[in-house]
């Protein structure tokens, strides 16, 4: 079945019924994710976070968002015992060896992420699921944001954009004022404002803190 929908960042995109699935892989689940979450559900309209504890309590604020889903079953339950389903997954996977192209959005229904916070150096947290045999695509040499990850797989699946005719920026620093600001080592796509595309509150949610690692100095 085609839905038309239409998101801020991409009026108008047509979408053919693509699920997007973050699974759960941390302990916890902080603001930062929660923002990413919030955004992930508003921009795709179909947004799964899977593997739930049951002992974990999501922010009101996401489960009210439309367009998000919960799911205290992992990908594996879902999808992996019947392997015409699994053939339909694809893992997004810095480590894997073919890149995402316009031509995959035929070939899978189901786009599966890493719940994980970005980190400098990255750690391949992202191997958890990749010892799962989901078939894997990247999306490029450098690590994105999970919600700049999910962006990027819909304008590649769904919109037909080659990977390396988006507009990306590389390292971005964010200036809070004139004596601080920080550089955050992720790719981001670049906005029609020429700003990195980041969730709403995520801004001020860095500022807040890198004003306490400076307050923990003291
Ligand atoms: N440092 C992390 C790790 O240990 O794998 C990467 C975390 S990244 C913030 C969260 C998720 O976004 C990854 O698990 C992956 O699904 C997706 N992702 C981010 N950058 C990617 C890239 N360049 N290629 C493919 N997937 C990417």
Known sequence: ????YKTPNNPGIDKMGKT?????????????SE??????ARETGNFCLSSIPATLALPQVLKDTPG????????????????????????????????????DGELFDVFLF???????????????LRKK?????????????TDTAVRVTRIVAEQKIPLDDIPYLDFPELK?????STEM???????????????????????KDSDKAIDDLF
Not at 35 to 40: F, G, S
Not at 120 to 126: A, G, S
Request: proline content about 8%; some cysteine.
């Open 1 to 4: 079945m085609t839905t038309t």
């Open 20 to 32: 997007y699935i973050v699974e759960h892989l941390d302990e916890e689940l902080g603001q930062w």
């Open 35 to 40: 923002l990413e979450y919030i955004t992930i």
């Open 68 to 103: 998000f889903v919960a799911e205290t079953r992992g990908v594996e339950e879902v999808y992996g015992q019947d392997p015409a389903k699994k053939a339909r997954v694809c893992l997004l996977d810095p480590a894997a060896k073919q890149e995402l192209s316009p031509e």
């Open 114 to 128: 890493g719940g994980i916070l970005g980190d400098d150096p990255p750690r391949d947290r992202t191997s958890e």
């Open 133 to 145: 045999g989901f078939t894997g695509r990247r999306l490029g040499p450098k690590q994105m944001t």
């Open 176 to 180: 809070f004022n004139e004596h601080e």
């Open 185 to 207: 080592p992720f790719r981001y796509v670049k906005g029609d404002d020429g700003k990195p595309i980041m969730p709403e509150g995520m801004v001020d949610l860095i500022r």
